[in-house]
């Protein structure tokens, strides 16, 4: 990685008496990290991990040894997870309890009947005496001007022992006069007679039922080295990755857009508008999950992080739930039972962790109608997005959702999809070239029946040759399209507006694609590849200040964004070979360092020469260090505005 200063740049003077030291502190850097990387491999037995073809043996990749997807219009590099880039930032977190004693209260179900309990063995085994109990219902405040962000809290009702509890949530409070205290929410997934109903009018005919299991931000490699137990679980049981999924956009919302609906983020903000302060707006957007409901599916959402959640984070939310199943009221009135911050998320909340709250309530839901159509879509922040190793903390967890799930006959006759939207998109390994791919390629992987394989061969047969094609978020639409249309023949599906040449996962993806044909931004496209490369001083300057005069252009409209200097420049990096290139042009990618820090990172497209400095801006500038302190002072602009810290934020 080529680090270069603003100083270094524009001074000539060498720095030749501490080379050869700089040289041996080099090599013996190196070797640490070439031990260090080995060792991790042993010890989590990852030794051959790229090894599909040993789980799948009916899968023969085609793709040229040491890429992921080989065509002339795209070459995907597969690095190893444990490359020395990135293991020099690995390390296995330990799992972070939210209470040191066992849940006083728990809820069973039986005849479709939930009833709330006291475990009256923790009560004995603590000595707590004279514990007094109720419960209270919790419901959407629909007489708020933000009804997704607001919850009423019913009466407290006494009970002792057990007590039936319906389909809304239950805030439970236990208290005796000796200061013990505790607290806890519990929803449990009922069949309601409206459900029933629309059950028995479906007309779908042997329906595959979809469960969308999402862990924010975790790249296919950062999944491998820190979720390593549930990955050796997935590939050991038949799960198949798409190892070209390559993001779209930048951050959750556009990429999570593209699979529920299709659009791009033009047409995202234009047909949705979820940044109106109109309230409703978003409930008119034609999101998927509408298309399951009108066919009889019974649908879930549900995000375990409240604030961040993908359509209320600067977003109006909903005005009525999207869903039949909405469990976002459960998560509010989990998070007033006081937060545990772990990574700066909501990691704990109650004496239960957010993340174990979210594969809860989509064990409920799918085993529930395991028997019935339906479409679940359950999203985690809180173990994943923040920091690079925070999902070591939840392998376990995962691991064993997913093998409940198996054992409950979940996988019989749904599609579970495990899946992110991108990779991290922060931090000191966002500096190296492990970084800039692993943020741009997310993990997916499908479990698919297994009658689906018998029903459909030829949709099997292709989904196998897609597994090393260039895919994105908008062919994951058309796929929930295709599902649909399987169980309903008179389902049309429509093209996707954001690509209208993508196709569903069941059909053959073009073996030469490139990333304009799948939707995919240039900025964000991984089938170019980058080599760092040594620019003339001169060259490296105009390319940063370039970049600086593009964010100064975006943000000229915030008069209180500070402007920026340049303080580093940490890399210069060009697109591989002439290939790609097309009128004399190729791509430069930059990363820079400014005063005040920050953090940016553009591709760049240069025409003729590029010694000679001809750039246009190829997409958009991402930022690549934690932002949301220092851009409070703005909303559109919150990824390129840097805030004065001397102003008291509002």
């Known amino acids: 990685m080529k680090e270069v200063s603003v100083e270094s740049v524009t001074s000539p003077q060498g720095q030749s008496r501490t080379k050869k030291f700089f040289i041996l502190i080099l090599v013996i850097g190196a070797a640490v990290i070439i031990i260090t990387y080995d060792s991790h491999k042993e010890d989590l037995n990852l030794g051959g991990y790229h090894s599909l073809s040993s789980y799948h043996p009916e899968i023969q990749r085609k793709t040229q040894k040491g890429f992921l997807v080989y065509s002339p219009k795209c070459k995907i590099v597969d690095l190893d997870p444990f490359n020395p880039e990135a293991i020099q930032f690995h390390k296995v977190e330990d799992y972070v309890t939210c209470t040191n004693e066992e849940l006083l209260t728990y809820v069973t179900k039986n005849d479709n009947v939930a009833r709330l309990h006291i475990n009256m063995s923790v009560l004995s085994s603590h000595s707590h005496k004279n514990v007094h109990c109720c419960y209270s219902n919790i419901t959407r405040n629909l007489e708020s001007q933000a009804p997704d962000d607001k919850i009423k809290i019913s009466q407290c009702q006494d009970f002792t022992d057990s007590v039936i ?64 137990s549930t990955y050796m679980y997935l590939e050991s049981q038949g799960w198949i990755p798409l190892l070209g999924y390559n993001k ?59 604030d961040l959640s993908t359509f209320n984070y600067l977003k109006t939310g909903f005005k009525s739930p999207p869903t039949d199943y909405y469990f976002r009221p459960y998560i509010l009135a989990a998070h007033k039972l006081g937060i545990t911050r772990v990574d700066k998320v909501s990691y704990c909340t109650g004496p239960e962790t957010s993340g174990e709250r979210i594969m809860n309530l989509a064990k409920d839901f799918s085993v529930t109608f395991k028997d019935y159509p339906s479409l679940g879509f359950f999203w985690m922040n809180t173990f994943s997005h923040n920091e690079l190793n925070s999902p070591t903390r939840m392998d376990r967890k995962v691991k064993a959702f997913l093998e409940t799930l198996a054992k409950e006959g979940v996988a019989d006759n749904s599609i579970i999809v495990l899946f992110s939207d991108h990779g991290i998109r922060y931090g000191k390994i966002r500096l190296y070239n492990t970084g800039w791919l692993e943020e741009r390629l997310p993990f997916i992987y499908f479990s698919l029946p297994p009658r689906f394989k018998n029903d459909y061969p030829r949709l099997f047969n292709n989904f196998k040759t897609n597994v090393d094609r260039l895919t994105s978020p908008y062919d994951f639409y058309m796929t929930l399209q295709h599902i649909l249309a399987l169980g309903d023949k008179a389902f049309e599906r429509k093209p996707s507006v954001g ?119 190829a997409g958009t500038i991402s930022r690549t260090d934690f932002y949301n302190e220092n851009g409070w002072c703005t909303k559109k602009l919150k990824s390129l505005c840097y805030c004065p810290k001397q102003w008291t934020k509002p």
């Open 165 to 228: 509890i319906h389909e809304q949530p239950v805030l439970v409070n236990c208290t005796n006069n000796k200061g013990f205290t505790y607290k806890n929410v519990h929803v449990a997934v009922s069949i309601t007679k409206a459900i029933k109903d629309k059950i028995g009018r479906s007309k779908t005919k042997r329906p595959l039922s979809v469960l969308m299991i999402g862990i924010d931000s975790v790249s296919r490699l950062n999944f491998i080295r820190t979720l390593p």
């Open 248 to 306: 779209m956009a930048d951050n959750t919302f556009p990429n999570l857009m593209a699979i529920l609906t299709g659009f791009d983020p033009d047409m995202s903000n234009q047909v949705c508008n979820p940044d109106t302060t109109s309230l409703g707006k978003l409930d008119t957007c034609p999101l998927i999950w509408h298309n399951y409901s009108k066919h009889g599916y019974v649908t879930a959402y549900v995000e375990d992080e409240a």
């Open 499 to 617: 690509c209208p040449t993508c196709r569903s996962f069941f059909d053959e993806i073009p073996y030469n694609r490139s990333c304009e044909e799948a939707g995919i931004s240039l900025h964000f496209c991984t089938c170019y590849g980058y080599s760092e490369i040594k620019l003339p001083k001169n060259v490296t300057l105009s390319a940063a200040q370039f970049v600086i005069d593009e964010i100064h252009h975006r943000i000229k409209s915030e008069k209180r964004c500070l402007r920026y200097k340049l303080s580093k420049v940490w890399r210069t990096a060009v697109s591989h070979s002439g290939l790609y290139s097309s009128n004399n042009e190729s791509y430069l990618l930059v990363l820079i360092q400014t005063i005040p820090e920050a953090f940016f990172e553009a591709t760049l497209t240069v025409t003729g020469d590029i010694a000679y400095g001809n750039f246009s801006l």
